[in-house]
Nanobody, 125 residues
Framework: QVQLVESGGGLVQAGGSLRLSCAAS????????MGWFRQAPGKEREFVSTIRWTSSIYADSVKGRFTISRDNAKNTVYLQMNSLKPEDTAVYYC????????????????????WGQGTQVTVSS
């Protein structure tokens, strides 16, 4: 069983930056694909980014502004968010799924087995 705890959310003005962290425990961290999702009020949870090893993919809406990274020694995945926009306002969730082989990058909610509790990001205009 993997436990995930996010931190780093908050209130920021448009154009600002935040860095989210997700600390994992309970598994061999390097064997897991790690993802970030977000959910705005009244909307479905949507994909933001996934990382495996040092490779990553992004949603078009955040490409060039957000950067995902991981530190396997610290069992932590990060999401650096720059040039934030009001439409980035959402609860951000960290997720994990076991992927020790292959080269597939999961990006659907149903493909992830473990979820954090979420951290609120609010971008004011």
């Amino acid at each position: 069983q993997v436990q995930l705890v996010e931190s780093g959310g908050g209130l920021v003005q448009a154009g600002g930056s935040l860095r989210l962290s997700c600390a994992a425990s309970g598994g061999t961290f390097s064997d897991y694909a790690m993802g970030w999702f977000r959910q705005a009020p009244g909307k479905e949870r949507e994909f933001v980014s996934t990382i495996r090893w040092t490779s990553s993919i992004y949603a078009d809406s955040v490409k060039g502004r957000f950067t995902i990274s991981r530190d396997n020694a610290k069992n932590t995945v990060y999401l650096q968010m720059n040039s934030l926009k009001p439409e980035d306002t959402a609860v951000y969730y960290c997720a994990a799924t076991y992927r020790s082989g292959g080269y597939y990058f999961p990006r659907r909610v149903a493909e992830y087995d473990y979820w954090g509790q979420g951290t609120q990001v609010t971008v004011s205009s």
